[in-house]
Nanobody, 121 residues
Framework: EVQLQASGGGSVQAGETLRLSCVTS????????VGWFRQAPGKEREGVSC???????YYVDSVKGRFTISSDSAENTVYLQMNSLKPEDTAVYYCAAARACSWYERHFRAWGQGTQVTVSS
């Protein structure tokens, strides 16, 4: 069974940093992609970043240059380093597993429980 557990959220001031972690189990890092999504209050969930099994990474335009996704196969963990946080980054962040990176939720077959990120101005 594929399982993911997201953590690392918190409350910070604008301009500060957070690093989210997604610990995975039940699947091989070598054969899958892991993505991060977020859902702000009153808004639809959106894709934020994704890393493919070959290391290719993707970012939504609003976080390019501020967020970095990485993976540690030995730890079965995917990280999302978030720098220069803005109030508009406030959301619940989810990690999810798929065969390959995609911006479509339906391509992701397993989801973590979400971690809250709150950025105040």
């Amino acid at each position: 069974e594929v399982q993911l557990q997201a953590s690392g959220g918190g409350s910070v001031q604008a301009g500060e940093t957070l690093r989210l972690s997604c610990v995975t189990s039940g699947f091989s890092f070598d054969g899958n992609a892991v993505g991060w999504f977020r859902q702000a209050p009153g808004k639809e969930r959106e894709g934020v970043s994704c890393i493919n099994r070959d290391g290719t990474t993707y970012y939504v335009d609003s976080v390019k240059g501020r967020f970095t996704i990485s993976s540690d196969s030995a730890e079965n963990t995917v990280y999302l380093q978030m720098n220069s946080l803005k109030p508009e980054d406030t959301a619940v962040y989810y990690c999810a597993a798929a065969r390959a990176c995609s911006w479509y939720e339906r391509h992701f077959r397993a989801w973590g429980q979400g971690t809250q990120v709150t950025v105040s101005s």
